[in-house]
Structure formats: C-alpha cells, structure tokens
C-alpha cells in the first residue's frame, strides 16, 4: 500500500512563509513526477508546481518566484516553500505522484490534503 503524507499547512499572516512536505511510503520501486495541487473553497483544484518525470520544474503563473519546490529522490519526498503568501494562496494543498509500482506498473497518488490559511 503506498501513502502520501503531507505536512506542514497552518494558519500564516499576508508575506509570511510556510514549508510544505509529502512523503512517499510503501512498495514504490520509483516515482516519476512529484508535484503540488491546491483547491480553495468552492474552486476546482489546481496545478501549483511539479517535478516532471524528465527532470524538469514547472510553477503555476500565480506562484512563480514566491514558490520553491524541492525533492528527495532517495527519500521519495517532495516539499514546497512558500514565501510572500497572499490570502489569494488559502486552500487545502495536496501532494500529487505518479509511481511505479513493482509489478503494478506506474500509478496516480494523492495526498489528504493539509490546510493553509492566509489571513492577519
């Protein structure tokens, strides 16, 4: 069974910061991409930032240059440091995979979700 776990979500003031974390756990032989969604109220959930499975790094337009997005790939994980927050960035964050799976091929993962507020 293969989890991801996210943490580090809270409640954060206009222009502060906040470190996102997802950790990937169980029979995983490799992970492809590893990347961000959020989803605020009465929205549909969005692309924030991903590792693609060539290497590369991409960003939303709305989070380019306050947003950073790093991985371990010897610890399947993958975290985001979010900088100069706008309340516009309140949402429920989650972590997003795509894994190989011995025996299984590659499959879709999705974090629970971890909260961000951001509101004085």
């Known amino acids: 069974q293969v989890q991801l776990v996210e943490s580090g979500g809270g409640l954060v003031q206009p222009g502060g910061s906040l470190r996102l974390s997802c950790a990937a756990s169980?029979?995983?032989?490799?992970?492809?991409?590893m990347g961000w969604y959020r989803q605020a109220p009465g929205k549909q959930r969005e692309f924030v930032a991903v590792?693609?499975?060539?290497?590369?790094?991409q960003y939303a337009d709305s989070v380019k240059g306050r947003f950073t997005i790093s991985r371990d790939n010897a610890k399947n994980t993958v975290n985001l440091q979010m900088n100069s927050l706008k309340p516009e960035d309140t949402a429920v964050y989650y972590c997003?995979?795509?894994?190989?799976?011995?025996?299984?091929?590659?499959?879709?993962?999705w974090g629970q979700g971890t909260q961000v507020t951001v509101s004085s």
């Open positions: 997003h995979a795509d894994i190989v799976i011995p025996g299984r091929g590659v499959r879709e993962y």
């Open positions: 169980g029979s995983i032989f490799s992970t492809i991409t």
């Open positions: 590792f693609t499975g060539v290497g590369t790094i």
